[in-house]
């Protein structure tokens, strides 16, 4: 599993930070593989598409 | 020597005249404990000048990422090493989003490309954008598509774009320190090609990389020469692969002292929160559309998240602050 904003393992080190950067950012990597995602923000939500595992929304 | 602020209550406040650089940084430099008297003062100017309405605007990124241009801030540079990859927004994704932009009550819509400045396939998708929202949706579409020729002046201004966005970023003399791939005189022509073609200018840019308190008066002034309808102060968002990914975000003191000071650099402007503020302010935002703010962006922003945007139109109304109607010009 990887962190989805810096797309490091999640066993690699402290991403305490990530996860608060998070609550004002979409994800930009996959937790499953690591590629980095198409992410489109719009006024209400955002979309994240990993090009093997698919799409996320928030 | 006058205390500043006695001196802008009676040049700003009383004859509307902006400050200086000098008398700008005069108000950079206040010590914290009067920084509550700044915002006040810098309030009252608004509310004098402005009025008590605030414009709320959306915006959303049509072009995303792989830009060519090195602005050290920015996460959608393809220069620097950053996880933004491109994308395009479809045009039915587009006119929702700025249905979504009107439910919130705002009257502004910006659609924003990662771009030097557009060719003609971006500028094919903002007309048939443009088009598509003015058929849909009751609120000004305003547009950000970076540098411009005069002919994509014209035509933007001839399609109904009632504004458009181009930011100076920071002062002129500290531009070569934040992007080297074009110039401040390039981004200025551009702005004021816009005025001459009768759009309105939104014109601001970002505090917090890094620049001295004298280059940020420098900066307030330099917008002021422009005489911009709105100017959207961000604060640096530190992004991570950037060059300035690294910096601190700015103390929530500093970033109110620069509110309060832009407004008394420029009493008439719409002054409006841009990006940053969550991090920069947190709760304090509040103050700052106590301060001088009259306009904020709700929602998210182009890379980043924002507050829900039914958080700032209660905070609106909690603080008693009508939301700008939209007016058209028949």
Redesign the interface.
């Given at each position: 599993m990887y962190c989805d904003?810096?797309?490091r393992a999640v066993v690699d080190g402290d991403h305490t930070a990530c996860a608060r950067a998070r609550?004002?950012?979409?994800p930009?990597?996959c937790a499953l593989c690591r590629r980095?995602?198409?992410?489109?923000?719009?006024?209400?939500?955002?979309t994240a598409r990993c090009a093997e595992h698919g799409e996320r929304t928030g | 020597m006058a205390d500043i602020l006695a001196v802008a209550r009676t040049q700003v406040l009383e004859q509307g005249i902006g400050l200086g650089q000098d008398q700008a940084l005069d108000c950079l430099r206040l010590p914290d404990e009067r920084v509550d008297d700044l915002l006040d003062l810098a309030h009252e100017v608004r509310l004098r000048w402005c009025g008590e309405e605030v414009e709320v605007e959306g915006i959303v990124s049509l072009k995303t990422g792989g830009c060519p241009e090195d602005c050290h801030f920015c996460s959608q540079s393809g220069v620097f090493d950053s996880p933004v990859r491109s994308a395009w927004l479809d045009i039915p994704s587009l006119v929702t989003a700025a249905q979504q932009t009107a439910a919130t009550g705002a009257t502004e819509f910006c659609i924003v490309a990662a771009v030097r400045g557009p060719d003609a396939r971006l500028m094919a998708q903002v007309r048939e954008g443009v088009r598509a929202i003015q058929e849909a949706v009751d609120i000004n579409v305003a547009c950000s598509l970076g540098l411009l020729t005069q002919e994509q002046v014209d035509e933007l201004a001839g399609i109904g774009v009632h504004r458009y966005n181009h930011n100076l970023e920071t002062a002129r003399s500290y531009f070569d320190r934040v992007v080297t791939t074009h110039t401040f005189d390039e981004r200025r022509e551009t702005c004021e090609m816009v005025r001459q073609a009768g759009m309105q200018l939104c014109c601001g840019g970002i505090v917090g990389m890094g620049e001295s308190l004298e280059q940020r008066a420098e900066f307030a002034v330099q917008l002021a020469e422009l005489d911009p309808d709105e100017v959207p102060l961000n604060f640096l968002n530190p992004r991570p692969g950037t060059p300035f990914g690294e910096l601190h975000p700015m103390g929530a003191v500093d970033a109110l002292r620069t509110v309060a000071t832009f407004r008394l650099v420029m009493p008439r402007t719409i002054l409006r929160f841009a990006g940053g503020r969550e991090i920069t302010l947190g709760d304090l935002a509040e103050r700052g559309v106590r301060g001088g703010v009259n306009a904020v962006i709700v929602g998210n922003y182009l890379t980043t998240l924002g507050r829900p945007a039914d958080e700032d139109v209660r905070m609106l109304a909690d603080l008693r602050m009508p939301i700008k109607a939209l007016a058209r010009n028949l």
């Open positions: 904003r810096c797309g609550e004002l950012e979409p930009r990597y980095r995602m198409v992410v489109q923000v719009t006024p209400t939500g955002w | -």
